[in-house]
T-cell receptor
Framework: DAEITQSPRHKIIETGRQVTLACHQT?????MFWYRQDLGHGLRLIHY???????NKGEVSDGYSVSRSNTEDLPLTLESAASSQTSVYFC????????????FGSGTRLTVV | QKEVEQNSGPLSVPEGAIASLNCTYSDRGSQSFFWYRQYSGKSPELIMSIYSNGDKEDGRFTAQLNKASQYVSLLIRDSQPSDSATYLCAVNNPGGSARQLTFGSGTQLTVLP
């Protein structure tokens, strides 16, 4: 069965360190998205991609980067982690054009200490 | 003004009652509307989509859309304790990008046995 997987499920890192969160989907979806979810803010868009080599900034992109070298993967990198980036991160993918909603990964809980 | 607003909750209903969840959105160009259910510690799960004015029913769930009033709602009939979750409203076309979704902050629903 097709799926979207995120790794790791939990991560604790020190302030200033770099970390990459993985997202891999086997739906063959062109659209992929990264969101963070925080109490009181709901899901906020970090970065998104509509295809290979396409990446775009979302509303909260500062301190994050992504790259899309193939259809299946959209890794999210925190270049120099800050405590404000402690959050739950969700990756999602969807058909193009939009019509069926997103399929979400199971999430990564990141703690920056 | 937030682009997607939901009744803040939390909302408690007795088992067997109808739960009513509401959502308003600001972008008149939005064309696709979704309801997600999110259990505590889990990822959002798509439960309903609606694209045309009127009602759409799926089992105990009914989504209602009124584009003139920029209003979407979700009714859950015969509510069960297993419906206790946070419900997220999502709308496409923020700023003209049909493939992106903007999420509301969610309404936490508790169904009391």
């Amino acid at each position: 069965d097709a799926e979207i997987t995120q790794s790791p499920r939990h991560k604790i890192i020190e302030t200033g360190r770099q970390v990459t969160l993985a997202c891999h989907q086997t739906w063959n979806h062109n659209n992929m998205f990264w969101y963070r979810q925080d109490l009181g803010h709901g899901l906020r868009l970090i970065h998104y991609s509509y295809g290979v080599h396409d990446t775009n900034k979302g509303e909260v992109s500062d301190g994050y980067s992504v790259s899309r070298s193939n259809t299946e993967d959209l890794p999210l990198t925190l270049e120099s982690a800050a405590s404000s980036q402690t959050s739950v991160y969700f990756c999602a993918s969807s058909e193009a054009p939009m019509g069926y909603g997103y399929t979400f990964g199971s999430g990564t809980r990141l703690t920056v200490v | 003004q937030k682009e997607v607003e939901q009744n803040s909750g939390p909302l408690s209903v007795p088992e067997g009652a109808i739960a009513s969840l509401n959502c308003t959105y600001s972008d008149r160009g939005s064309q696709s509307f979704f309801w997600y259910r999110q259990y505590s510690g889990k990822s959002p799960e798509l439960i309903m989509s609606i694209y045309s004015n009127g009602d759409k029913e799926d089992g105990r769930f009914t989504a209602q859309l009124n584009k003139a009033s920029q209003y979407v709602s979700l009714l859950i009939r015969d509510s069960q304790p297993s419906d206790s979750a946070t419900y997220l409203c999502a709308v496409n076309n923020p700023g003209g990008s049909a493939r992106q979704l903007t999420f509301g902050s969610g309404t936490q629903l508790t169904v009391l046995p």
